[in-house]
């Protein structure tokens, strides 16, 4: 077990609709960092929060977004959803350091499908 | 910008083998490296990790890695390999200071008795 916590855990939805994923980041972390996981695609790197506010931006689609809350929990909105926004959704946390430390601890993971 | 490639896609080995899986990377100064394993349906777990010092690292599991920097490479290792160990394993490169890490593609793992 990680400390990390995503939910939920499988979300069935249909195109159009919009979902919305939770991460909470290990205690302590102030990082929380969203990937994307797909088949074609591999373990993309989405978006990258500290301590409430936007550090890095990855492959992340305009039809998505995100935030990181007061308590560090984060959240990820996906609007509009397409077929191939199926994928697995993982949230990972890790403590920055000065020097930039950097190990990241992974969340179990939101299976996302859109039928 | 930084990059990982992890030329295997599928390695097949026998129960008791010995295994390397293949790791480069592109990264202008000192890079920071990981290995993570997913096994089915779960997240990733890291499985060592190098920032500086001693170029060969222990991790867990029994697994070992070594950094050369002459070859970009950071290749991952186990003496002998346990049918557990079929998994999916991931190298990933990060930036001093830049906390975006990037990851390879992935090796998938299969043990056969």
């Known amino acids: 077990d990680s400390g990390v916590t995503q939910t939920p855990k499988h979300l069935i939805t249909a195109t159009g609709q919009r979902v919305t994923l939770r991460c909470s980041p290990r205690?302590?972390?102030?990082?929380v960092y969203w990937y994307q996981q797909s088949l074609d695609q591999g373990l993309q790197f989405l978006i990258h929060y500290y301590n409430g506010e936007e550090r890095a931006k990855g492959n992340i689609l305009e039809r998505f977004s995100a935030q990181q809350f007061p308590d560090l929990h984060s959240e990820l909105n996906l609007s509009s959803l397409e077929l191939g926004d199926s994928a697995l959704y993982f949230c990972a946390s890790s403590v920055d350091l000065a020097g930039g430390l950097n190990e990241q601890f992974f969340g179990p993971g939101t299976r996302l499908t859109v039928l | 910008a930084q990059s990982v490639t992890q030329p295997d896609i599928h390695i097949t080995v026998s129960e008791g083998a010995s295994l390397e899986l293949r790791c480069n990377y592109s990264y202008g100064a000192t890079p920071y490296l990981f290995w993570y394993v997913q096994s089915p349906g779960q997240g990733l777990q890291l499985l060592l990790k190098y920032f500086s010092g001693d170029t060969l690292v222990q991790g867990i599991k029994g697994f070992e890695a070594e950094f050369k920097r002459s070859q970009s490479s950071f290749n991952l290792r186990k003496p002998s390999v346990h049918w557990s160990d079929a998994a999916e394993y991931f190298c990933?490169?990060?930036?001093?200071?830049?906390?975006?890490?990037?990851f390879g593609t992935g090796t998938k793992l299969q043990v056969i008795p």
């Open positions: 205690s302590g972390d102030l990082s």
């Open positions: 990933a490169v990060g930036a001093r200071g830049n906390q975006k890490v990037t």
